[in-house]
């Protein structure tokens, strides 16, 4: 059964503590039950959410098909922004686009970068049903998020929210330190399987590991990298990432009343799968609406480019199928910021040839020119592709849908019009202008 632990909070180190934290007391950390390997029973109600969702998925994987290759890693950044905004950080899919591509920027943005970089190597490494899951590689995907920390799972007492640094005033304090390891284990067990309903799994493996919070940073964003990992694993996605917690992020105070009903005495489990598979049926409504938009960005980027061509009696008007123009073109969905060298590394041409495409594209109105503070050119932005990604953003955090007369709280500002004057695409259509 969970449980709560007493314990004393009596700190030694009082000098950087307000007056209130330093004052000692005893607060209870709770200590869950371990999972097993097996689904629990859960209410008619939870179970039909789930199958429901567990469609939804499947029908937007295969809706999405082949476009994923280029779609997942644009999913899993618009993914790592939500994170980045509920865990305070506030950055833009343009601001990370542009220090991902120069690896040099503010650190917030460099830390988001460093959770898409993670989610991708727990995709790729953890994936495989056939592997065993164990503690160190849920230390190892935290420690790629969060480099900058020792490696391994915590050895003192933490806690989650409240309005100073004590237990005493926090919202939720995990189990003690003595008891991490043990829970890890098991969670890896839980994780390692893969019979039963994806979305139940996921959804118990993602609060199992908040409830431990098992790190001193990055809790959060591993949390939320493994759901993917259990999606994966059972084949509920094959092709696409759905970004599931960009939903949590529209709606913060719903996230934490349902892992805190996972936590009660009685654990109201149930209420906690029907808002997760909410959740994964509006983030996979948003994933094929955002891929949809990208395809049709795509299509409409080619016919400017052509008309430009004609406009400026460039021949052939359509480049060749082996044009450097067209490639760097096909690629703008997963590499919305290009420097000359990086251009021409990828796509295997010279520096002038890539040169000659970016400053064709640049011309087109297709990418931007982003200078720095002495005006010194610094790269080229695909800002309309840039612009479908915080589209969707704001999207995400009214829960899906039209945010003209519901617009979101926190997230990135409206992208607003172009540099030609022309408003982005789908401002109007999608009623997020």
């Given at each position: 059964?969970?449980?709560?632990?007493?314990?004393?909070?009596?700190?030694?180190?009082?000098?950087?503590?307000?007056?209130?934290?330093?004052?000692?007391?005893?607060?209870?950390?709770?200590?869950?039950?371990?999972?097993?390997?097996?689904?629990?029973?859960?209410?008619?109600?939870?179970?039909?959410?789930?199958?429901?969702?567990?469609?939804v998925l499947a029908r937007?994987?295969?809706?999405?098909?082949?476009?994923?290759?280029?779609?997942?890693?644009?999913?899993?950044?618009?993914?790592?922004?939500?994170?980045?905004?509920?865990?305070?950080?506030?950055?833009?899919?343009?601001?990370?686009?542009?220090?991902?591509?120069?690896?040099?920027?503010?650190?917030?943005?460099?830390?988001?970068?460093?959770?898409?970089?993670?989610?991708?190597?727990a995709i790729a490494e953890?994936?495989?049903?056939?592997?065993?899951?164990?503690?160190?590689?849920?230390?190892?995907?935290?420690?790629?998020?969060?480099?900058?920390?020792?490696?391994?799972?915590?050895?003192?007492?933490?806690?989650?929210?409240?309005?100073?640094?004590?237990?005493?005033?926090?919202?939720?304090?995990?189990?003690?330190?003595?008891?991490?390891?043990?829970?890890?284990?098991?969670?890896?067990?839980?994780?390692?399987?893969?019979?039963?309903?994806?979305?139940?799994?996921?959804?118990?493996?993602?609060?199992?590991?908040?409830?431990?919070?098992?790190?001193?940073?990055?809790?959060?964003?591993?949390?939320?990298?493994?759901?993917?990992?259990?999606?994966?694993?059972?084949?509920?996605?094959?092709?696409?990432?759905?970004?599931?917690?960009?939903?949590?992020?529209?709606?913060?105070?719903?996230?934490?009343?349902?892992?805190?009903?996972?936590?009660?005495?009685?654990?109201?489990?149930?209420?906690?799968?029907?808002?997760?598979?909410?959740?994964?049926?509006?983030?996979?409504?948003?994933?094929?609406?955002?891929?949809?938009?990208?395809?049709?960005?795509?299509?409409?980027?080619?016919?400017?480019?052509?008309?430009?061509?004609?406009?400026?009696?460039?021949?052939?008007?359509?480049?060749?199928?082996?044009?450097?123009?067209?490639?760097?073109?096909?690629?703008?969905?997963?590499?919305?910021?290009?420097?000359?060298?990086?251009?021409?590394?990828?796509?295997?041409?010279?520096?002038?040839?890539?040169?000659?495409?970016?400053?064709?594209?640049?011309?087109?109105?297709?990418?931007?020119?982003?200078?720095?503070?002495?005006?010194?050119?610094?790269?080229?932005?695909?800002?309309?592709?840039?612009?479908?990604?915080?589209?969707t953003e704001r999207s995400?955090?009214?829960?899906?849908?039209?945010?003209?007369?519901?617009?979101?709280?926190?997230?990135?500002?409206?992208?607003?019009?172009?540099?030609?004057?022309?408003?982005?695409?789908?401002?109007?259509?999608?009623?997020?202008?």
């Open positions: 059964m969970p449980h709560f632990v007493e314990r004393l909070w009596n700190p030694q180190d009082e000098g950087q503590l307000s007056r209130r934290d330093r004052a000692p007391g005893r607060y209870h950390a709770y200590v869950p039950d371990e999972l097993g390997t097996r689904l629990p029973s859960i209410s008619a109600e939870a179970q039909t959410a789930a199958e429901d969702a567990l469609a937007a994987d295969e809706r999405i098909g082949t476009r994923a290759a280029y779609l997942n890693h644009l999913l899993i950044r618009s993914e790592s922004i939500s994170s980045s905004w509920i865990e305070g950080n506030r950055v833009t899919p343009k601001r990370l686009a542009i220090a991902e591509a120069l690896n040099a920027g503010p650190r917030v943005a460099l830390d988001v970068i460093g959770n898409v970089r993670a989610t991708e190597d953890l994936a495989d049903p056939s592997k065993t899951i164990t503690t160190r590689d849920i230390e190892k995907l935290q420690h790629v998020i969060e480099p900058s920390l020792e490696a391994g799972l915590r050895t003192e007492q933490n806690w989650v929210g409240g309005p100073g640094w004590s237990p005493l005033r926090a919202e939720f304090v995990p189990p003690p330190e003595t008891e991490v390891r043990r829970l890890v284990a098991d969670l890896a067990g839980f994780v390692t399987e893969t019979s039963g309903n994806p979305v139940v799994r996921a959804a118990i493996a993602h609060a199992q590991f908040e409830t431990i919070h098992p790190f001193i940073d990055g809790n959060g964003r591993t949390g939320r990298a493994l759901i993917h990992t259990v999606l994966y694993r059972a084949d509920a996605l094959r092709n696409v990432i759905i970004p599931i917690s960009t939903v949590f992020a529209g709606d913060t105070d719903t996230y934490i009343a349902g892992l805190t009903a996972f936590r009660a005495d009685p654990s109201r489990l149930g209420d906690w799968i029907v808002g997760f598979a909410r959740a994964t049926e509006l983030a996979a409504g948003n994933a094929v609406r955002l891929a949809d938009d990208v395809a049709e960005l795509d299509a409409r980027s080619l016919d400017d480019l052509i008309a430009f061509r004609r406009e400026q009696s460039i021949a052939p008007a359509v480049p060749r199928r082996d044009a450097v123009v067209l490639r760097i073109l096909a690629s703008l969905a997963t590499e919305p910021v290009l420097t000359v060298e990086g251009a021409a590394k990828r796509h295997g041409v010279s520096t002038t040839a890539a040169h000659r495409a970016l400053i064709e594209l640049a011309d087109a109105g297709i990418l931007g020119r982003t200078k720095d503070q002495r005006g010194r050119l610094i790269c080229w932005t695909a800002d309309r592709h840039l612009a479908l990604v915080t589209l995400n955090r009214v829960g899906a849908g039209d945010t003209a007369r519901r617009a979101p709280k926190v997230g990135p500002a409206v992208p607003g019009y172009d540099h030609l004057g022309q408003l982005r695409p789908h401002a109007q259509t999608r009623g997020l202008g």
